[in-house]
């Protein structure tokens, strides 16, 4: 069993930037790939970010690429996401993933655990 506990979601403009946390307890985080997804209102969850157990492959969707940044410290238990240059569009609740076997990092039904969300608000 993996616990995982997302902070940092707030209210920023466009243009700000804002920095995710996922805590995770129990079961061995480096053994875990992990993700970022985001939930607008009135939308399907999708693909943000994902990293590799030991931190040495990313992937972005299109709509992040170049803004953000997910990164890990294994010895922290601890995934973030560094958002940059911030749009209203990004504005969503963001989940943070584990996955055993993350034979796509983009599909949400590949990972074993999810927090529960932070709200990331981005004015215009």
């Known amino acids: 069993q993996v616990q995982l506990v997302e902070s940092g979601g707030g209210l920023v403009q466009a243009g700000g930037s804002l920095r995710l946390s996922c805590a995770a307890s129990?079961?061995?985080?480096?053994?875990?790939?992990m993700g970022w997804f985001r939930q607008a209102p009135g939308k399907e969850r999708e693909f943000v970010a994902a990293?590799?157990?030991?931190?040495?492959?990313?992937y972005y969707s299109d709509s992040v690429k170049g803004r953000f940044t997910i990164s890990r410290d294994n010895a922290k238990n601890t995934l973030y996401l560094r958002m940059n240059s911030l749009k209203p569009e990004d504005t969503a609740v963001y989940y943070c993933g584990a996955c055993y076997t993350c034979n796509n990092y983009a599909r949400q039904n590949r990972y074993d655990y999810w927090g529960q969300g932070t709200q990331v608000t981005v004015s215009s």
């Open positions: 990293i590799s157990w030991i931190g040495s492959s990313t």
């Open positions: 129990g079961r061995t985080f480096s053994s875990y790939g």
